[in-house]
């Protein structure tokens, strides 16, 4: 029985203006990319051997780009936003509609309706606290780090190493180390494009963006675990700036 049927049953019915549309159900994408960076560090000794080693590009780590990819990617206003969905596991497949409430700079909250508008999961993200109804500790979605860049929002992984930042040409690229987990972030200007986590026991975990939507959001996410073979699709439907939510958004399952 799959993750996301398991969380079906145990979900409740949630009310929010879910909007008019029918059920789109996107197709499967099947995309390899790597996340391998690869800079040379020293110079080129000249034939006369002379002078000293030539500078090859630019540093591996310039401290300014973190924190400037970081505002620019922020939100800055309260979001309803509403998307379709498809989840793979093995031979399952889900697909609805769903919504996403977002209080800038720190909350979250997440919905997921079947076709019929029966729940199956909700969740809410705090700063990088994943918040999660009882039982639904398996649940098929990203860690904080990468939950945050489904919305395009680049958030630095918590008491991590900085250990890559460059930028080349309109790339930039961001790579963070703690123990023995690693996060990479590529983006294109200031938008991002994907992310990823590679952890021990060869676990890896991905995100990609593609398009551009409404208020700086990308108009396509797909998240995958490549160790349980999970794939969590989405496509941004429509999105309405509002004047904020009640502070029980944030509090799922009872608290």
């Known amino acids: 029985m799959s993750a996301l049927h398991t969380l079906s049953i145990r979900a409740t019915r949630h009310t929010v203006d879910r909007g008019a549309g029918g059920r789109y159900t996107p197709r499967l994408l099947r995309h390899r990319f790597g996340a391998a960076i690869a800079f040379v560090l020293g110079g080129c000794a000249t034939a006369g051997g002379g002078s000293g080693p030539e500078p090859a590009g630019p540093p591996a780590i310039d401290p300014s780009l973190a924190p400037a990819i970081a505002q620019a990617t922020a939100l800055e206003a309260p979001l309803q936003i509403l998307f379709d969905w498809t989840f793979e596991e093995g031979s399952a497949r889900f697909n609805g509609r769903g919504v996403t409430r977002v209080a800038p700079p720190e909350h979250a909250r997440l919905d997921l309706f079947g076709p019929r508008g029966e729940g199956y999961l ?73 992310a990823e986590w590679v952890g021990p026991g060869q676990g890896r975990r991905t995100v990609e963006l593609t398009g551009d939507g ?18 969590l699709r989405v496509t941004l439907q429509e999105v309405s700036r509002v004047d904020g939510f009640p502070s029980d958004t944030w509090i799922v399952g009872g608290g």
């Open 122 to 194: 909700s969740a809410a993200l705090v700063g990088m606290e994943l918040r999660l109804p009882p039982g639904a500790d398996n649940a098929p979605l990203p860690p904080p780090e990468l939950l945050w860049t489904v919305l395009g929002v680049f958030r630095a992984p918590e008491a991590a190493t900085l250990t890559l930042a460059r930028r080349e040409g309109t790339e930039t690229r961001l790579q963070y180390t703690r123990g023995d987990e690693r996060w990479s972030f590529r983006f294109e200007g200031d938008v991002l494009r994907s």
């Open 214 to 231: 409404d208020n700086g959001l990308p108009g396509v996410a797909v998240y995958r675990d490549w160790i349980a073979f999970r794939e």
